[in-house]
């Protein structure tokens, strides 16, 4: 998910969000999952031109080895890590945040919605945002700009 935040609840809104749907029997794992929607949200940012931007996630070894530029063990997830920090490398990023899932609920209602649908769910128009998503934007902007209001640089930051 790609949310722009601004200095307050007001200037702020969902970007881009990617929701697919858990596959029982399929080879896909929860961190491969994670992975891919971090690829398609840094993709989104980048075509879209969306910066400065603070990557948000509650994966720390994720938000670790993209910090660290340190790429998974496994063949297959490599190729999806060096995908992601390209795009990365071609944005702004102000920085690489690991948040508690307790302040990032907007992905666990993602998380959630993603496990009773049936059908993959991109972008923000094209998915009419279910309002269990929007109705905890409020509190994860508010928890982030209370930690990091006095660090942000100038204009709007978008997180993933």
């Known amino acids: 998910m790609v949310a722009q935040v601004g200095m307050s609840l007001v200037e702020s809104r969902i970007c881009w969000i990617d929701i697919a749907p858990d596959k029982t029997g399929t080879q896909t794992t929860k961190y491969r999952m994670e992975h891919l929607g971090l690829l398609h949200g840094l993709k989104a940012c980048y075509l879209h031109r969306w ?7 509650s994966s720390t ?25 390209r795009f ?18 907007m992905a666990t209602k993602a998380a959630e919605l993603a496990a009773t649908s049936s059908r993959r769910r991109r972008g923000v128009d ?16 508010r928890n982030w700009l209370d930690k990091h209001a006095e660090r942000k640089p ?3 930051q978008t997180g993933t």
């Open 88 to 105: 990365s490398d071609g944005l702004a990023i102000a920085g690489w945040k690991c948040v508690p899932k307790t302040h990032n609920r």
């Open 154 to 156: 100038q204009g709007l």
């Open 51 to 57: 910066a400065p931007l603070y990557v948000v996630g």
């Open 61 to 85: 070894v994720i938000i670790r080895q993209q910090r660290m530029r340190t790429p998974p063990k496994k063949k297959t997830m490599k190729t999806i890590f060096w995908q992601g920090r």
């Open 126 to 141: 094209s998915m009419r945002l279910n309002s269990l998503i929007r109705s905890q934007l409020g509190s994860d902007v």
